[in-house]
């Protein structure tokens, strides 16, 4: 006889069918709901998340500031599609940028962040079953994303050449094999997703290798999804391109960018995208039936925040220029420090992060809570844990299919202040000692 | 005054013998059944303002045929808007926009905003499902609300708006096939959330108790037929949608009306989606009360309310949802695929906003009662106007907005056009023979909207 289980009463109360919606399933994992945790557990020095820990230019807060005491109006629903004051200057501001006039209110949707960009631009192009090409590595969330649309990620990975018989030291040695990236094509490919700068390679694509991309967006019919949310910050001459700018280009073309990075207040999450008219009305679409408006005063503070940008452009004065030289220092600093400790670094071109080959440490990884977990998943916990320093492992920014090719690489973001990156250079020191 | 449509808000009411015009602070809100292109561009011409935005569904030349839009979003950019701009400077422009408030949010909400913003920290990345000190306080808040404990990292969630949780809600829980059951007249955008989440909107309408008179109506008079209700419930069912208070009608749901359809809840082992923005805008006589907290409800009730409409800061765009976490957690599941994160220094501000109101709870002094008192006069004065004026207002027992009902007027208007429901038509000859022509308006012919708002603006119409 066997003893039937005592029926769990509990269960009774939940419903007796599936409760989530399937289009959820397999996207609940989350690198930064795990990694944020684990270094707010440990008390850790920070070089994880993406974000800066100095504060936003004076500039820039004031702004903020002056919109919360600036009346009722800002307290209150503004536009939905953006701020009035926003979208008209994000249009100037990118019509001279492109070189081409962009409509405030045709061309623009202002979104709750680069992410809600994203969102908007997945949920409104992508089908079921449609394909969406992305190259690797990758911003996590673009994976979940089209998978929330139904849609099949289709992977082409970076590669490291080495440049005259020596390491692929920069993210300038990491590319595309174009017979590779062309063989991805096919009639259901939808999109194509790219990332300039790159996270977390810190690659800045060059306009050849853009242009590869657009005439293969061209040929073969697909939009461009370009997320070049780190825009700005370019390194050793290195120049940020626009693929929207190439010939052919602008009508297929979503480009999305970020306040949050343009002006180090991440905590503001204000984004946009910008494209044609008929492509971005669908993204409006998406924008109205899911959060509709969002928030009025950081809108303002961002739009006061571009139009100093607008008239200081190119000169010493603007924080586009000063942010960049800024980490430029921040980078060679954290740079140099690891490769005195043996983690080889690849130098970035662009953006916040700098991945390093770990691939030559012996450490005793004796942690039976990681055991079946990736190798850089189990370095960056064990680095956490024991020498109280966060990082993130590359092998989240690559696709399920090929994470355990490049189990090698971990994170670091040096958009932090220097007593910040002394301390982790003091921690490393330590521990190659 | 200026005058502009806009889209965002308007209900759908169910068609009937009664016409009401939402009034609503800054927006005339209208039913809009099969309302055409051909409509609204000559609303255009009537109304005669710089139009700076060319409503065009399909004039811009397509690119590509393959760059169409996805099929989830198949029909929903037509849930009609109009978009006016306001020539800001024409004085006899009426401003006829969306529901929100034109008085400032309280000084501590405004001045807890900017004490966070010079913080550094708090201009960054905060925790994806709530800022720590958010959540905490709203456990706090509403763990008295209901009498029990709220986990603030597993049972509540931090989201755009009230319409972000709502998004949220749709996205986890409803899936494609399912039916929704959606109570009329509701906020507009119960439907296309829905009918995105790949969902068939069932809806059932309020009807006025068949033994009252048109005056003196109040939004308790509008009720379910319970054996109406019953018959929409189908295996199919997932989920019933009540927004209480109501929008636009005002009714505060009664225990017994919220105990139908629990029952009915469990009966039929559905979901239970509760919006409650307006929670604190209860007057005199009235009580809200949470259908998660009946019996049997907690396990498959989502509760959705804004800091929004509880600050007046509408453009804070802050909102939550409370419930189990088994439920709860597929709401940050869509969250971190989605938008990941709400504002920081928002929330901050938001967070010290409720903590000064929690000290205060049950005290006059007590923003979520202070507010509820002030609005209450001005929802009188504007029933008394109304009335005046040989209209029928059905009071509303809560919330922002107030009905009224025309047909008194007898108003005929043939040469509005025939294809129209009759309150657009009713409110296109006020814009055009009311406002646009600049006559010596009395209080006879401006439709207020909303009382939310300091009542001599209405008046320096006249």
Not at chain 1, 12 to 24: D, E, K, T, V
Not at chain 2, 153 to 161: C, H, S, Y
Request: net charge negative; hydrophobic share 40%; proline share 5%.
């Amino acid at each position: 006889t066997v003893n039937e289980k005592v029926p769990n009463f509990e269960f009774r109360l939940i419903m007796a069918r599936q409760l989530h919606a399937r289009r959820i399933e397999g996207i609940d994992k989350n690198i930064w709901v795990d990694f944020t945790q684990l270094a707010a557990d440990y008390k850790v020095v920070n070089l994880g998340q993406g974000f800066p820990d100095f504060s936003p230019p004076s500039y820039i807060q004031e702004a903020l500031c002056k919109a919360v005491n600036g009346g009722c109006s800002m307290h209150q629903y503004t536009h939905a599609f953006g701020h009035p004051p926003l979208v008209s200057i994000l249009a100037k501001f990118f019509g001279r940028v492109v070189g081409h006039e962009i409509d405030a209110f045709e061309d623009i949707l202002v979104t709750v962040g680069a992410y809600q960009a994203l969102f908007c631009t997945f949920q409104a192009l992508v089908d079921e079953d449609d394909e969406v090409i992305i190259i690797e590595p990758f911003f996590d969330c673009y994976q979940p994303m089209v998978k929330m649309a139904g849609g099949k990620g289709v992977y082409v990975p970076l590669r490291p050449v080495s440049m005259e018989g020596g390491k692929a030291l920069t993210s300038a040695d990491w590319v595309l094999s174009s017979e590779e990236l062309a063989s991805k094509f096919n009639p259901r490919t939808k999109a194509i997703v790219i990332n300039t700068p790159n996270n977390p390679l810190g690659k800045v694509y060059k306009r050849e290798e853009l242009q590869v991309i657009a005439d293969l967006c061209i040929k073969h019919d697909v939009v461009c999804i370009s997320d070049e949310v780190y825009e700005w910050l370019t390194y050793d001459g290195a120049k940020h391109v626009k693929i929207a700018s190439l010939p052919g280009m602008w009508e297929r073309t979503v480009t999305i960018g970020s306040g949050g990075k343009s002006f180090s207040a991440t905590g503001w999450k204000v984004g946009w995208a910008i494209g044609a008219g008929p492509i971005v009305k669908h993204l409006k679409t998406v924008h109205q039936n899911s959060v509709y408006h969002c928030a009025t005063a950081a809108q303002e503070a961002v739009a006061q925040g571009f139009q100093r940008e607008y008239e200081l452009f190119g000169t010493p004065e603007s924080y586009f220029l000063q942010l960049p030289e800024m980490l430029n220092q921040k980078r060679k600093k954290l740079a140099t420090c690891l490769e005195s400790v043996g983690l080889q670094p690849i130098l970035p071109e662009g953006g916040y992060f700098m991945i390093s080959d770990i691939s030559s440490l012996k450490v005793d990884l004796n942690d039976p809570s990681t055991q079946d977990e990736p190798h850089d998943y189990r370095f960056v916990k064990w680095l956490i844990k024991e020498k109280g320093l966060a990082t993130i492992p590359v092998s989240a920014f690559y696709s399920p299919e090929h994470r355990k090719d490049f189990q090698n690489y971990i994170r670091f973001c040096f958009v932090k202040e220097d007593s910040t990156l002394n301390a982790a250079e003091d921690i490393l020191r330590k521990w190659s000692d | 005054m200026w005058l502009e449509l806009e889209r965002s808000r308007h209900t759908h009411f169910p068609l009937g013998i009664h016409i009401f015009l939402q009034l609503n602070i800054v927006g005339l809100f209208f039913s809009y059944m099969n309302i055409t292109r051909r409509t609204l561009s000559s609303a255009c011409r009537w109304i005669n303002i710089n139009c700076i935005r060319n409503i065009s569904y399909s004039q811009c030349a397509m690119t590509s045929s393959r760059h169409i839009n996805s099929k989830r979003i198949e029909g929903l950019d037509k849930n009609v808007w109009v978009a006016f701009t306001s020539v800001a400077a024409d004085p006899t422009i009426v401003n006829l926009g969306q529901g929100y408030p034109d008085i400032p949010p309280p000084a501590y909400v405004k001045e807890a905003l900017a004490n966070a913003a010079a913080v550094d920290k708090l201009n960054q990345y905060t925790r994806g499902f709530g800022h720590p000190s958010l959540v905490k306080a709203l456990s706090q808040v509403y763990g008295k609300v209901y009498g029990h404990q709220i986990d603030p990292f597993k049972e509540i969630l931090v989201t755009v708006g009230g319409y972000g949780s709502l998004f949220s809600t749709m996205q986890a829980l409803v899936e494609v096939g399912d039916e929704v059951i959606i109570i009329e007249p509701f906020f507009d955008c119960y439907v296309p959330m829905v009918r995105m989440a790949g969902a068939t909107p069932v809806l059932i309408p309020l009807r006025l108790r068949s033994n009252k008179e048109t005056s003196s109506v109040s939004s308790a008079d509008w009720v379910l037929d319970p054996e109406e209700l019953a018959s929409k419930f189908t295996s199919k069912t997932k989920a019933i949608i009540i927004n209480t208070p109501n929008n636009p009608i005002g009714k505060i749901f009664t225990k017994g009306e919220l105990q139908t359809i629990s029952d009915l809840c469990i009966k039929h082992d559905t979901l239970c989606i509760s919006d409650e923005v307006y929670e604190w805008l209860i007057y005199k006589g009235h009580q809200h009360i949470k259908i998660a907290t009946l019996p049997g409800m907690w396990d498959r009730t989502i509760t959705i309310s804004s800091a929004g409409k509880t600050f007046s800061v509408t453009g804070w765009k802050l909102g939550w949802s409370i419930g189990p976490e088994h439920l709860i957690k597929h709401l940050q599941t869509v969250m971190q695929n989605t938008l990941y994160t709400c504002p920081t220094p928002l929330q901050e501000a938001v967070a010290q906003g409720l903590l000064r109101d929690y000290e205060l709870m049950g005290q006059p002094e007590c923003y979520f009662s202070s507010l509820a008192v002030e609005l209450e006069g001005k929802r009188d004065r504007m029933a008394a106007i109304l009335q005046d004026v040989g209209m029928s207002p059905i009071i509303p027992e809560g919330g922002y907005f107030m009905c009224v009902d025309v047909t008194p007027l007898n108003q005929d208007l043939p040469h509005m056009g025939d294809d129209e429901p009759y309150d657009y038509k009713f409110v296109k000859w006020m814009i055009k023979e009311k406002v646009r022509k600049n006559q010596q308006l009395d209080a006879t012919s401006y439709l207020r909207f909303k009382w939310h708002t300091i009542p001599f603006i209405y008046l320096t119409f006249v």
